[in-house]
């Protein structure tokens, strides 16, 4: 709970920075592809970690990887600082709140639709249209396909569920022919 606290924080303090300098998607790349290095390279998290390791030579670390990733000046000094604050434990969970804040900042909602078959242009388009009207809001969408489903679709934003699905609209028509 505390590590999500701080994380938030962190990710909070970067999406306004981004948003005061227009550099909120900027920084979502950034974020992403110094998280990519972060986890195919499991030494870099360990060399943070490590308390035998003196302040300097982080720094000197978390330096060439923002040079590595051609980092904006101002992610640079964010990553210094979490540097500084012994915060680099936390960076994943800080990208994963930007990515939430970052979306929420620019309007955007990314629900997760599952459905028994590959949906057509046609389908996905009248789908977005229905939750852009619905939320009002960009909406990018994460298909999955479930084959054990029967047909229809769920739609998942966040902690809510539209199911429409065959196979809970047939428990629907079971529970109401049980109760008579």
Known sequence: MINSTIAKRYALSLVQLGAECGLVDRFRGELADLEN???TT???PAAFADPA???ERKKNIMRELVGSCACSELMGNFLLL???KNRVAFFSQIVKAYGQLADEHLGILR???TTAFELDAVQLAAI???LEKKSAKTIIPQLTVDKAFLGGVVVQIGDTVYDSSV????KRIQDQLQKG
Do not use: G, N
């Open 37 to 39: 290095i972060f986890s």
């Open 42 to 44: 499991p030494e870099i």
């Open 53 to 55: 390791l003196s302040h």
């Open 82 to 84: 979490l540097v500084d």
């Open 111 to 113: 629900p997760v639709i």
């Open 128 to 130: 977005r249209e229905a």
């Open 167 to 170: 196979k809970t609209q047939l």
